[in-house]
């Protein structure tokens, strides 16, 4: 395990991680440099870390999840902070308090770091400027999840090595909802990854490819030649209207099963950031295959976040 030094040795000069337009190549670099120093001590059971012991951080999740709140609670707990879990209905918001109100309270009982997910987007923003302590995004609305997007970059690079340039990455399903997809699209690209949007006309629109990426309505074609096809759920809740005509009709077309990964390329892997409809976007046979990541996102979900938090904490500390 690195030294503490090593640990603190980082120029990470962000109290806060709200989205990942703002971040820089070298601070992505940053965090997947240290990301890889505490997947080492995830796989080799070292337990909890000492580097923020005696930290109180703050998960409000104000929108339901399993995944990423799991995955904050744990990377806390690796890093010897202490965790206090909130959610919406265990909170004040219910009773009509501002989201402003129950941060500044949370900040008063001393509290030195919120996770926030909220159903609005910018929410995580609007409290990293209003609060001294540091916020880090854990999704709001369709807007950004820089977490998820820098584990899904840490995968792609246990992969295929820390250079992704000139690799290629289809992400396939929901594009128009999905946060998941926006902070994909600004990570990959800031990396040199060539990326390709897919899946119905209506959710994939090419007001996207502004964002620098291709857009191909075409499954076959999107996906051939690609390194890596990230899939994404249909995001049900953050529709008011039908974008297709049924679930069964789009697993039809743009599902992924046995037939179609002939598409692929013999070494492509297939990545979700879950949850998995199974048998809309994916067949169990993929979802467990060898080609499957997705397990290890949810590991290097850990790691990156262990690394999220220690260096926000760590630039807090320097602020004070």
């Not at 060539?194 to 990426?213: A, W």
Request: net charge positive.
């Amino acid at each position: 395990m690195a030294s503490v030094k090593f640990l603190n040795s980082f120029k990470w000069f962000r109290k806060d991680l709200t989205n990942i337009k703002d971040l820089e190549l070298w601070e992505i670099e940053e965090i997947m440099a240290l990301a890889k120093v505490f997947k080492e001590s995830i796989v080799n059971k070292l337990g909890k870390l000492p580097c923020q012991r005696g930290k109180t951080i703050v998960n409000l999740f104000l929108e339901p999840s399993t995944r990423t709140r799991n995955a904050f609670e744990m990377s806390a707990y690796r890093l010897g902070a202490d965790v206090l879990s909130v959610n919406s209905s265990a909170s004040s918001i219910t009773k009509g308090e501002t989201l402003k109100d129950t941060a500044k309270n949370l900040e008063a009982i001393t509290a030195d770091m919120i996770i926030i997910r909220h159903s609005a987007a910018g929410a995580a923003k609007y409290l990293a400027e209003r609060l001294r302590i540091p916020v880090i995004n854990a999704g709001d609305g369709a807007h950004a999840h820089p977490t998820q997007a820098l584990l899904d970059s840490f995968t792609l690079r246990e992969k295929f090595g820390d250079d992704l340039r000139g690799k290629k990455v289809t992400i396939l399903g929901d594009i128009l909802f999905s946060r998941v997809a926006r902070s994909n699209i600004y990570c990959l690209k800031k990396q040199g990854v060539d990326v390709v949007l897919s899946g119905p006309s209506t959710l994939v629109p090419r007001e996207f490819e502004k964002m620098g990426v291709k857009v191909c309505h075409d499954l076959k074609d999107a996906v051939k030649d690609a390194d890596a096809v990230m899939l994404l759920r249909i995001q049900h809740e953050r529709q008011s209207a039908n974008y297709f005509p049924s679930i069964s009709e789009y697993a039809n077309v743009f599902g992924l099963n046995r037939l179609r990964e002939g598409f692929l390329k013999k070494d492509a892997i297939i990545m979700h950031p879950g949850p998995i409809n199974r048998g809309v976007e994916v067949d169990t046979y993929l979802a467990d295959s060898p080609r499957s990541v997705i397990l290890s996102q949810v590991t290097n979900g850990v790691a990156v976040r262990m690394a999220a938090i220690h260096l926000c904490l760590c630039a807090a500390s320097k602020i004070k």
